[in-house]
């Protein structure tokens, strides 16, 4: 027996052979990034980039996997990184400490991902992530706002073009027929988003976000969140990236 010996008897010996050798890269690695991560390790995923510029900080504390007293302060793609070892030590992991914007997509080479998973914020970085997939041929699952919701059973798999309710979404649809992006696999919810009780002015790592008129602006306020949503968005996220792989 094999610590993936449960998984082998879903997808037989030839699917977790596929799992083992395939390489995803993972951007963002919060709560919804970090629950991707960690189901695709346990899943026999053998490769991984994980990409982030973020520490873990008390506000993490409510949702994020990666998150403990004993991690606070510590940079969220090595206290993944750590995670991933201690589950299977066989894997292979390499960290990028930094936020991927348009200005830093050079940093990397998709070629080399057999899938890409978008959990980061930004605007302008999700549409770069999807161009960038298209032009080497990876296939690619973005998630949409998961943030101010309460209801887990409202997430959905569909084509960009297909979302509905969500403000993220339909900002990316806007962005995305605008340079012709098509097929772009996405989770989104139906819950209509709820209006924190509390407006806090803490910090948000979304930036660069572009207004109609293409300029730029921070988001002001951080969206609210719990336990039982972010994660859910990102098994279900695993779960789409393992059945793609495979086919």
Known sequence: ?????????????????????????????????????????????????LIDDDTVCLSNLNRQIIASHSTLGKHKVDVMKDRILDINPEAKVNVHKCFYLPETKSLFDF???????????????????????????????????????????????ADISQTSVCPLARVMRQECKKRGIENVKVLFSTEKPIVPTNINSEPSAEKNVPEENGAHKAKKNVPGSIAFVPSVAGLIIAGEVIKDLIK
């Open 1 to 49: 027996m094999n610590q993936f010996s449960r998984t082998e008897l879903l997808i037989g010996d030839e699917g977790l052979k596929k799992l083992s050798e395939s390489h995803v890269a993972v951007f963002g690695i919060g709560g919804v990034g970090g629950f991707v991560v960690e189901a695709l390790a346990r899943s026999g995923v053998g490769s991984f980039d």
């Open 111 to 157: 070629s080399k991902y057999d899938y890409v998973v978008d959990a980061i914020d930004t605007v302008a970085g999700k549409i770069q992530l999807m161009i960038q997939a298209k032009e080497s041929g990876t296939k690619i699952i973005s998630c949409m706002g998961a943030g101010n919701k309460m209801d887990p059973t409202k997430f959905q798999v």
